[in-house]
């Protein structure tokens, strides 16, 4: 069959995509030019998103220019929110950013303010200005550590004090850390939490600090990677805890029975079982666990550590080893 003739016609040329705004024309947009023009150069930058406008503002005239705008018709603080840019590829400015979500009724708009801080400077409280921003920066506070000066009552609102980091900063684990001094006062200090090796983990394991603790959890984060592992808290060795007491699942759950009965009890158990009878039944939490979740620990290659037994002193150290070895975990 003969080939049809076909006209082939060239594609259509792709359509330009429109340009920006330029900041200064966002400046003379309507919405917000009266309100830039009366704060002058607090407002720094202006970037448009999506038909929002974006006004960046100088930290330090942040207040001016909120009740700059609340005076005309944005009312409404919606919500603010922390910005972490550490990892964010190129960027060489301050670490963090707070952007303040702005709505006016009366205009049915929303514009968005945004200002920077570095870990060192706190940023000026709005908290005067709307007083919704007084939970919304305690909760800033708490997950980036950036502070508010001026705040009615700067305390953390979703962590307890005492935890240390800022779970929503980007070099805080994924995995999350152990407690701390709320959780265990017997372990840490006030205000203090975990240090590698503190509870018997990988240093991996916990968000590593420099130098003390603070009362708040500030810190600058670490993030070596080491595998030492810190001491465990000897004033708790002589402690021994209500739980240290015989049960089913547990027989040898005795501070009173020799190693060698309490092993004998366990000999046809699994490794758990017996590691858990070889310590010393206390339950005193000098090594960051229960005497059971210490066992579980090892047997589950979450700690390799055998010594932080300390009641139990060298002769539980001992026959960990022996366990361990026997079981082809060292």
Request: aromatic share 8%; net charge negative.
């Amino acid at each position: 069959m003969a080939e049809e003739n076909v006209t082939h016609r060239p594609a259509p040329a792709a359509a330009a995509k429109p340009a920006g705004r330029s900041a200064d024309e966002i400046r003379h947009d309507p919405l917000v030019a009266a309100t830039v023009e009366r704060v002058g150069e607090s407002v720094l930058d202006a970037k448009e998103f999506a038909g929002e406008i974006t006004l960046i503002v100088d930290r330090d005239d942040l207040v001016k220019v909120a009740k700059a705008f609340k005076d005309d018709g944005f009312k409404y603080l919606v919500d603010l929110a922390g910005v972490d840019y550490s990892t964010y590829p190129g960027y060489k400015g301050d670490r963090f950013g707070v952007s303040y979500m702005l709505y006016s009724f009366g205009k049915n708009k929303r514009i968005r303010l945004r200002t920077y801080t570095d870990e060192a400077t706190a940023i000026p409280s709005v908290s005067a200005v709307w007083k919704t921003a007084n939970w919304q920066e305690r909760e800033v506070y708490d997950m980036f550590g950036v502070e508010f000066s001026n705040h009615p009552n700067l305390e953390r609102i979703l962590m307890w004090e005492g935890f240390n980091g800022h779970p929503l900063r980007k070099d805080f684990p994924i995995r999350g850390i152990d407690t701390g001094a709320r959780i265990y006062p017997e372990v840490f200090p006030e205000g203090g939490g975990p240090k590698a090796g503190s509870t018997g983990k990988d240093a991996k394991d916990v968000n590593v600090y420099q130098g003390p603790w603070t009362n708040r959890g500030f810190g600058i984060p670490a993030r070596t990677g080491q595998k030492t592992q810190m001491e465990p808290a000897p004033e708790l060795a002589g402690a021994v805890a209500e739980t240290a007491k015989p049960s089913d699942e547990a027989p040898w759950h005795d501070p009173d029975l020799a190693i060698d009965q309490r092993l004998d009890m366990a000999k046809a158990l699994d490794l758990k079982a017996k590691l858990f009878a070889a310590m010393a039944q206390t339950d005193c939490t000098a090594c960051g666990w229960d005497c059971e979740g210490y066992a579980a620990a090892l047997a589950a290659g979450e700690t390799k550590d055998i010594s932080l037994c300390v009641p139990g002193e060298q002769e539980t150290e001992s026959m960990l080893q022996k366990l361990m070895k026997d079981a082809g975990k060292m």
